[in-house]
């Protein structure tokens, strides 16, 4: 495993490692006692999926307190972290990060960082990892294209839930 900064404080570009052989490909996707090793201790509690179609945007999303690990384990979509802290010097930074089923990363979330992610493919396989329990009432909600951050996404019309389509302007 082989654990990468990125240019926003806190966030983790995590490249896993995975055997190939003529059956297929086998992966580790999450070893506590490795992660510690890395500097990454971090109690995860609770494991989340979202399946969606093309040109599905799910986000921007996040709370005060969760830590989130996400991979994407079919298909492949573009994932956009952004600080939303109000009181960083950082607030408004993002990072695009594109996920798939065949490069294996994870990227690692700080809390007061949403996230979004467009699906690419055909379909694909959100999963993430969170440091507590989900509480819809500790959310946010920015819209995807909120012009305080200024996101490019490789789509010009998503589909978006009501929640992501109204967005709480925060």
Same mark, same amino acid.
């Given at each position: +495993?082989?654990?990468?900064?990125?240019? $926003?404080?806190?966030?983790?570009?995590?490249?896993?490692?995975?055997?190939?052989?003529?059956? !297929?490909?086998?992966?580790?996707?999450? =070893?506590?006692?490795?992660?510690?090793? %890395? !500097?990454?201790? #971090?109690?995860?509690?609770?494991?989340?999926? &979202? +399946? &969606?179609?093309?040109?599905?945007?799910? *986000? #921007?999303? !996040?709370?005060?307190?969760?830590?989130?690990?996400?991979?994407?384990?079919? !298909?492949?979509?573009?994932?956009?972290?952004?600080?939303?802290?109000?009181?960083?010097?950082?607030?408004?930074?993002?990072? /695009?990060?594109?996920?798939?089923?065949?490069?294996?990363?994870?990227?690692?979330? @700080?809390?007061?960082?949403? =996230? /979004?992610?467009?699906? $690419? &493919?055909? %379909? /694909? #396989?959100?999963?993430?990892?969170? &440091?507590?329990?989900? =509480?819809?009432?500790?959310?946010?909600?920015?819209?995807?294209?909120?012009?305080?951050?200024?996101?490019?996404? @490789?789509?010009? =019309?998503? #589909? $978006?839930? %009501?929640?992501?389509? $109204? *967005?709480?302007?925060?």
């Amino acid at each position: +495993m082989q654990v990468k900064e990125t240019s $926003l404080p806190g966030v983790k570009l995590i490249e896993v490692d995975r055997f190939e052989d003529f059956r !297929g490909t086998y992966i580790e996707s999450f =070893n506590k006692e490795d992660y510690v090793k %890395q !500097g990454i201790d #971090i109690d995860f509690v609770q494991d989340d999926f &979202s +399946m &969606s179609r093309k040109h599905v945007l799910r *986000g #921007i999303h !996040g709370d005060q307190e969760t830590w989130k690990l996400v991979s994407c384990i079919f !298909g492949s979509f573009r994932l956009v972290v952004v600080n939303c802290d109000p009181d960083s010097e950082w607030f408004g930074k993002w990072e /695009a990060f594109d996920l798939s089923e065949t490069n294996y990363r994870q990227v690692l979330i @700080p809390p007061k960082y949403g =996230n /979004a992610h467009l699906v $690419l &493919s055909d %379909q /694909a #396989i959100f999963h993430y990892k969170q &440091s507590t329990y989900y =509480n819809p009432h500790g959310q946010f909600t920015y819209r995807f294209d909120d012009p305080r951050f200024n996101i490019w996404w @490789p789509v010009k =019309n998503p #589909i $978006l839930s %009501q929640r992501d389509d $109204l *967005g709480k302007r925060v």
